[in-house]
Each structure stands twice: as C-alpha cells, then as structure tokens.
RNA sequence: GUGGGUGUCGCCUAGCGGUCAAAGGCGCCAGGUUGUGGCCCUGGAGAACGAGGGUUCAAAUCCCUUCACCCACCCCA
C-alpha cells in the first residue's frame, strides 16, 4: 500500500458515500431557506484571535484543539474549530446591524478540531450551522430550535420512534446570564466542597475550572453529591426564568416534545440562558448530534456593541452516521448511457452520438474503444446504465445504432443515429 | 491528553514459529469461435503480512518501538 494517507482524523468522501451527503446538504439548505436564512461563507482560516477572544484561551477549543499557524506575513491565523465567532465576526465587518434585524445567517462546511479521534470525532468534521443574531426575545430561540427540529425531520431523524432505532430527542436546560451563573458556580462549589476528596480526579479538576461539568460526569453520575447537586433552574433571576417559560411555552405550543435537563451546561462564558442538545436514543460516548445555545455575551468579546444572539450547530458526519444506523442510505447513481464504440469507424461515431446524448441532458458514460461488445455489455450492466448505446462500423455507415436496455429483458433496438436520445428520453421501452 | 482493543491483496477473511517466495471469497481485467450483458466456467493482475527494530538455524506467526483505526474517559458536533 502506498505510505501516503490522509492526515489523521480526516477522511476522505469516496464518490459512493456523496449521494447521503449531498441529500443532508440539500436538505438543510432547503430547509434554512424555509425561514429564511441566508448563507454565508467565511474562510476556513480566521486569525486567531477570533476564537481566542470569543471562547477564551483556556477553553479546551483553544488550548489544546485549535490548529493555529503563522502565516508568511507573520501574522497567526487558526484553522476555523466552530462557525459562531466567524459569522459573528462577519456581522461585525460588515456592519450587518444596520439590516433590519435579527439577521438570519447559516453556514456549511469544515471545521477542524485538533482532538484525538474516535468514532463519530474527527480533526476535520462539517457543519452546518444557523445564527439568528439581533433578537433577544425567546421567540429567536425557539424558530432556531424550530429549524434544527425540522431539519431532522425532514431527514428521517424526528420526532421519536421513527426510523428502527427510534428519532432524536431534545435537551434544553436555562443557564441564565453570565450574571446568576457566577452566582450558582459559587453555590455549586460550595456544595461540592466538603465532597471533593470523593470525586473523581476529573471533576477535581472541574472544580477549579467548570464545576457545571461535575454535574454531567459520567464517573460520578451516581455519588450523592451530584444527585443532591442545587439545580440552575432555582437560581436564574426573574428575567431568566421567564425567558426560559415561554422557550417552553413556544416548545409546547409548536408541539416540538423536549425535556429539560439542569446537567446541560456549556463551558464557555458567553453562553446564556437558553442551552440545548439534540441527542439519539441510548447516547453514548459522541453521541450529540446537534448542539445549540444563545450567546449574548459574544459580541462584545469581538469588540462590537452588546448584539444577542443564538443558534445552532449540527455535524454532517453525525447525521450521516445516524442515517446510516436506520438504514436510511441514498441510491447510489447510475448513468442513463453506456456507449459501445465498435472498431474505428465506429468509435468516432459514437463519441458524437455521446456528445448528441449529453447536450439532450443525458448522463452518459463512454465506453472504453477496443474492448469486446461482451465485455463492453459486462462493463454497462456492472455500471448499472439503463442503456447501452451500441455504435459499430455497420451502425457508422448507416448513421443508426443499436439501443439495447439493460433493465429488463434486453430488448434492442437500431434507430437512426438522431433519434437515439429522443426515444430514451420517452424511456417507455 | 489517559486507559484498552485491533492492523494479512481495493473490500472481507484463512494462516498464529518451519511445508507461506502467503490461501480463499467479493471486486477488477481478459477469454468461453466470428458484434450482445446480468447466471455459470476458465485464466490473469493484485499483498514480501501497517512501519521500524529485535529474538531465533527459521517470523505473517514471539518481543519492543512507532503509526493508523476502533472503544471508553476527557471534550464536543
């Protein structure tokens, strides 16, 4: 085997797993303009300060995952690890506030992750992702979970017990404003004080840098400290509170079914009030599939004036690895046309008549000159091609060629040569 | 980043110290009389056994290192 590989975590997409990805692309992007969300692309390379600025040097993202490079010009640029700070930074360049706002944006393409790899993790992973920035009301919330929710749905993911191994549920949780989370990190840390030499070395050190992660641990999912661990829910101020009731009361009236679950948390700071998480039946390790949240705090963080905003993210290869779980594979496709060129005369013949066939917007796949009109009739039927084409030194000179379906019985027939894509266009033989 | 598992032709797999200068199935290519597919038959190409080092008279088979993938944790999509 040759020694060249793809770089580690990154794969490639052969030609046979493209019809499932370009059915999840279209998809969200129909459905992203069902709302009216706009596209925009930004660069895969961002300077680095974007992702330094927004989730903070010692987010994990930044510390140990981000691939961060200088570039000729001396200038430190960082491969995109996540779309938000980008299209955030975008709004801000191009003063996107003075559009009637909120401004509904979505993207798709890769991220990169410098992560130990596993399944469903990957160093380079897409996404597609939407942001509704402007709108501080619970309404903008809930339209995006409304998208993300749709989105499955028109997937085959949701609502629950479709598909064989049942649909997507959704997580919300409030982690309220940076504001009331300081306060319930400080309540949280004096909970899990007096219980600290119990717990894992994990959430040891999550005491120190995010004690909202002891609560989801999975080490500790049953100490009694955890169990018995205060709830954000009883600490959000008033204003919270409310915005996260009518989150529900939107759900609800919507029909979208959801729990809440306290455990939802989001390391980085900017992150507030409503959070949530779109997950498959008997999660396990890389489970989430999407993952969304407000983000107030963000703006300003980029060196803009304070601008809410919230939205989702959604891993291409997550959906297609879900896809592929329900048996929800797409057909692979199949020319309309093989050509069988037969002798000299006849290959000229038929390169025009396949040039004839393309410009009538039929797919067709030339067949290889030299080859035995057996093995060309093996090589279309391998193909799966509805019609060979079959154009020798007789069919030439005559100007005709010889149609023949692979479908079914095999029936031939020879038309002259500019009837050919007329008859299969018919297709009813 | 931590712990564990796996690694033989494009894919799946046999072999587990000597008879392996590696076998089979799928796929690929070519034939099965002169221009006809899908089944079948025949033949062919294709791997020095992830890589490097070691043990041994002898290694795909044992040991070490390394790389990759997988699983769990961590983190996250």
Known sequence: MADLRAPRGMNDLLPEDAPLWRHVRDTAERVAALFDYRPLATPIVEDAAVFERSAGQES????????RFEDRGGGTLALRPEGTAAVCRAYLEHGMASRPQPVRLYYLGPMFRYDRPQAG???????F????????????????????????????LAPLGLGRLGGLTLRINSIGTAETRHRYVELLREHFRPHLATLSADSQRRFEANPLRILDSKEDARHTAVLDAPSILDHLD??????????????????????VDPRIVRGLDYYARTVWEFEPPGAGGQSTVGAGGRYDGLMELLGGPHTPGTGFATGIERIVLNLRERGLERAPAAPDVVTVPLGEAGALAAARLARTLRSAGLVVRAGTPGRSLRAALRGADAVDARYAVIVGNEEAAAGTAVVKTLRAGGEQRTLPADEVAAAIRRGDW
């Open 121 to 127: 993790r990957y160093r380079q992973l897409w996404q």
């Open 60 to 67: 994990d993202i930044v510390a140990k995952e981000m691939y």
């Open 238 to 259: 008033a204003e919270d509170a409310a915005h996260f009731a009518q989150v529900r009361a939107l759900l609800d009236a919507l029909g979208i079914a959801y729990a």
């Open 129 to 156: 992702g939407v942001e509704c920035i402007g709108d501080p009301s619970p309404a903008a919330d809930v339209e995006v979970i409304e998208l993300q929710q749709t989105l499955y749905e028109q997937l085959g």
